[in-house]
């Protein structure tokens, strides 16, 4: 990565062992002055102590809480302290306490004939014992208790149980959850929650949605709720049953309602917290097969496919995907179905959350030492400052000409530019019309001074989708509008891109390396690849989907490659165009022997790749790796410049 982890990660350790010695010298100084002072001092959660390597996070389907082996001990829990949270006062839970041992529940799976009969036992010498099978909590005395039996043989189930013992819950909660009606081709994620709170309360958290009185399309919304319950989670992966795999992972959590005008859909986007309170700190898992290092969470993400609810299933998850090699912080995500208190909710997205946690999961970078600012409005802290991006890129930059290469080399100190260029460049292309002046945030680390980058998130106006009224939208005017409106483009959105054009080699980059990635990372045959791809899990389960949430013609999957065939011609028109270029000829460049190509520091992503180079863009190329020979029209040097006037194929031999 671009980032250098490996400074990173010392400077971490540095800062776990002062701190460290910070709190044991101040337990040696007085317990009870810490206890006294717990409401108004920020914990380790706030003040973000480093946690331990990622490499210890593993975490084991037989974990004790909630887990299908109750006698067992958990590998897993952090026992660190947690601050206070947003949970609804109603919403109760039993996240305390030894694990359950005193009843004997058949696992958590597959019953398509039913589950064994369950009889909770009489009193017991770690209590009583109470379950409930609604999605609630189990409370002491409750209508599930003592002698009861239970039959669960036609419908899916959920079914949480704890013990109790002179008025308060003796035991941890565990949660099982019972698929009888159809096992679906997918993860699936299974929620209890309160269900009057969650569903039948005059305003239950999924019935709210966006702020009202927020333009949304001329939808009208009730009421907006942005607090949370507390839930018991169970997550199995797709085929567990045929595999004869267990639950993978049983915790509690908390869950919130998610987005801004997306929240009017019926299906809900919502986000998954774990915190100590709740009865797990972290969810130790790697959540995303296809990136097995990333194993530790705080959040995630339940979508709903955002504004592209009711036509498709995959449009945000497909553009941030095609992006993977470029370098970018995006949202990993694939698709799974969700139950509610066994009910089936059908597919929804899970994602990565875009928040300050993120950079602790992908680089092992605690959110302390983080600046993360949203672009709306100019600049919203979510965690940090942004004091350094204001003095020293957006005040100076609006008094200083990057036509001055020194200029522009004191810019390339600040800003990661390969970055910046990668990120803007896939926004374009994907005609991306809720944007730059939303939906995008920078960050960086203070660990080090890194450069400020850009993170990639909510792309749902890209690819054909909701802009057709936007004038002008994923064109070289709109990115570099002087003028733009408070919404998409205002002139602070667009401020770097056109003082960058201003300098003559960024230019020649910004345009070569635009044409390589058309070519590649967004070939049309590229694209419907991945389309293909991302459908592929899910074209068995739609027709479930659908038949909760109403039809979407072809998946919505014919206008996306539509947009992915037609995209290419139609963007690079429009470079031509507005750098008022010569005709463009073909360029090939192949790779001979084990090395790499660099196309202004953007690496071929195959072995052989034909672009459109421009006549009057001088394009720079580098040979990378030992054992260079040279260019196979003779020119030794590994680095080049060159113009290309006729269409040519240049190999570089190793």
């Known amino acids: 990565m671009i980032i250098n982890i490996i400074n990173f990660s010392i400077l971490i350790h540095v800062s776990k062992l002062f701190l460290f010695l910070l709190a044991f010298f101040s337990l040696l100084i007085g317990v009870q002055a810490l206890i006294s002072c717990s409401e108004s001092t920020p914990n380790a959660d706030d003040i973000g102590i480093p946690l331990p390597p990622l490499s210890s996070c593993f975490a084991s389907s037989s974990s004790s809480y909630g887990s299908n082996n109750s006698n067992g001990s958990s590998s897993n829990s952090d026992n660190n302290s ?7 006062s109603s919403s109760v839970s039993s996240s305390s306490g030894l694990p359950l041992t005193a009843i004997e529940l058949p696992k958590s799976g597959y ?6 009969t369950i009889t909770i036992p009489m009193q017991t010498e770690q209590g009583t014992v109470y379950c409930d099978s609604t999605g609630a909590a189990p409370r002491e005395n409750g209508s599930i208790g003592p002698g009861s039996t239970l039959n669960f043989s036609t419908k899916n189930a959920v079914l949480q149980c704890a013990s109790f013992k002179d008025g308060k819950a003796a035991s941890k909660t565990i949660m099982r959850t019972y698929i009888i009606e159809r096992l679906p081709d997918l993860p699936i994620v299974s929620i209890a929650v309160d269900p009057y709170e969650m569903f039948k309360a005059p305003q239950a958290l999924y019935k709210s949605s966006f702020t009202p009185g927020m333009n949304c399309g001329g939808a009208s919304s009730p009421y907006r709720r942005d607090d949370s319950l507390l839930i018991h989670v169970d997550f199995f992966e797709k085929d567990f049953h045929r595999k004869g795999e267990d639950v993978a992972w049983s915790y509690p959590a908390a869950i919130k309602i998610h987005g801004g005008c997306s929240r009017q859909w019926p299906k809900k986007s919502v986000i998954v917290s774990f915190k100590e309170s709740y009865g797990q700190k972290n969810l130790k898992y790697p959540l ?8 530790k969470f705080k959040h995630f993400m339940l979508r709903n496919n955002g504004n592209n609810y009711d036509s498709d299933y995959i449009r945000d998850m497909l553009m941030s995907s095609l992006t993977e090699g470029l370098g ?9 179905v969700v139950f509610y208190n066994g009910e089936y909710y059908g597919i929804h997205n899970l994602r990565e959350r875009a928040n300050s946690d993120y950079f602790e999961t992908n680089y092992n970078i605690d959110e302390e030492f983080i600046d993360l600012v949203k672009v709306d409005n100019g600049g919203t802290v979510s965690k940090g400052s942004d004091d350094d991006y204001q003095s020293n890129v957006y005040n100076w930059l609006n008094g200083v000409s990057l036509a001055d290469d020194n200029n522009f080399k ?4 600040r800003i990661d530019v390969d970055n910046f260029t990668n990120h803007f460049q896939s926004r374009i292309y994907y005609k991306d019309c809720d944007w730059p002046g939303k939906n995008m945030k920078r960050w960086r680390s203070r660990l080090g001074q890194s450069k400020w980058r850009w993170l990639l998130y909510d792309t749902d106006h890209g690819f054909g989708s909701w802009g057709g009224s936007v004038s002008g939208c994923g064109t070289m005017e709109y990115i570099t509008a002087t003028n733009g409106p408070d919404w998409p483009n205002p002139p602070h959105s667009t401020l770097i891109m056109r003082k960058l054009l201003g300098n003559q080699n960024y230019k020649y980059m910004f345009i070569n390396r635009f044409s390589l990635l ?16 991302l459908m592929a899990p899910i074209n068995n389960e739609t027709s479930y989907d659908q038949q909760k949430w109403g039809s979407k013609s072809d998946n919505g999957r014919t206008p996306i490659a539509a947009f992915a065939t037609s995209r290419p011609a139609d963007m690079q028109s429009n470079i031509k165009n507005f750098f008022n270029l010569d005709n463009p000829v073909s360029f090939t460049l192949s790779i001979n022997g084990n090395g ?3 196309v202004h520091n953007l690496p071929l992503p195959k072995n052989s790749v034909t672009f459109n180079a421009y006549p009057d863009i001088p394009i720079t190329i580098k040979a990378v790796g030992t054992g260079f020979k040279g260019w196979s029209d003779g020119v030794p040097d590994a680095e080049r410049t060159l113009t290309i006037t006729t269409a040519t194929t240049l190999t570089a031999n190793f």
């Open 111 to 116: 019953y398509q004939s039913g589950v064994p």
């Open 328 to 336: 970018l912080e995006y949202q990993k995500g694939r698709a799974v």
């Open 410 to 413: 004191t810019l390339e100190q």
């Open 82 to 88: 947690s601050s206070g949270s947003d949970i609804s």
């Open 518 to 533: 058309i070519a590649t990372y967004f070939a049309p045959e590229r694209v419907n690849a991945r389309i293909s791809e």
């Open 288 to 295: 995303f097969p296809d990136f097995p290092e990333l194993i």
């Open 596 to 598: 790499r190509i660099l």
